[in-house]
């Protein structure tokens, strides 16, 4: 039997990684009290009452006020119960109060500009509200991202559990991270209903500094598989198709 190369993340994700390790679970030092889950979990389940009090303190009960609380606040829902029947042992780590406050300015926090943006004054009378039909694409692109990330995860836990191996079929027979895809699809619904570049700047920064990387670094570990070469051959990253494996088998 050969021996499993692995294939470590670029030096730039590593160090990227190694960084955002240290200000979410140790910034500032002290005694790790805190679990990750916690932090997370508040900002989650928060949001139906943060959208609320928005709604209430603008006096805005405009039927895309309630569309947008109904959307984000029923995903914090849906995280919750996500957490209580099939957690994430990522999120069980202890942090440091540094670490929970860094993760939520930066972070956790910044999703909660997408409502105040499209919910306050603050954009003016010149910003358009979302139509009809931007509404129903928003409902459309929310729900079947959290379906998405709601079955994967629970694939991925539930399979792991019972047997650690590489996870080829089912939600991850053409897409390798169809979690992330799924979460993709929810916060890109919020922006669209946002209607605004602020909403997308912050959602840039998230994917590409947090969850291109988590990807990456994911990606080296799964390496140590013997048949990871030929599963990532096949399928894509969060699309199903593997655009550089077409383009090589074409030439």
Not at 100 to 128: C, K, N, Q, R
Not at 234 to 241: A, H, Q, S, W, Y
């Amino acid at each position: 039997m050969g021996t499993v190369k692995i294939h470590e993340a670029p030096i730039i994700v590593r160090k990227i990684t190694h960084i955002f390790t240290h200000l979410s679970t140790k910034f500032l030092g002290g005694p790790k009290i805190l679990k990750f889950a916690w932090v997370i979990n508040f900002q989650k389940g928060g949001t139906f009452l943060f959208v609320a009090l928005l709604m209430m303190v603008y006096k805005n009960y405009s039927v895309y006020a309630w569309v947008y609380m109904g959307l984000h606040g029923s995903y914090g829902l849906c995280w919750l119960l996500k957490h209580f029947v099939f957690p994430d042992s990522v999120w069980e780590k202890k942090i440091t109060f540094g670490g929970a406050l860094m993760s939520f300015l930066f972070v956790l926090g910044p999703y909660w500009t997408f409502p105040y943006l499209l919910i306050s004054d603050v954009l003016g009378e010149s910003h358009l509200a979302p139509s009809n039909l931007m509404l129903m694409v928003c409902i459309s692109l929310h729900t079947l991202g959290v379906v998405i990330m709601m079955v994967s995860d629970s694939q991925k836990y539930f399979t792991l559990k019972y047997n650690k191996r590489l996870i080829e079929d089912g939600m991850f027979k053409y897409i390798r991270h169809p979690n992330y895809l799924g979460e993709i699809m929810v916060y890109a619904s919020y922006a669209l209903i946002v209607g605004h570049w602020i909403p997308w700047a912050i959602l840039l920064w998230i994917w590409l500094g947090i969850f291109f990387t988590n990807m990456l670094i994911i990606e080296s570990s799964l390496s140590r598989y013997p048949n990871w070469e030929s599963y990532k051959d096949r399928t894509g990253m969060l699309l199903p198709f593997n655009f550089s494996h077409h383009r090589y088998s074409k030439n």
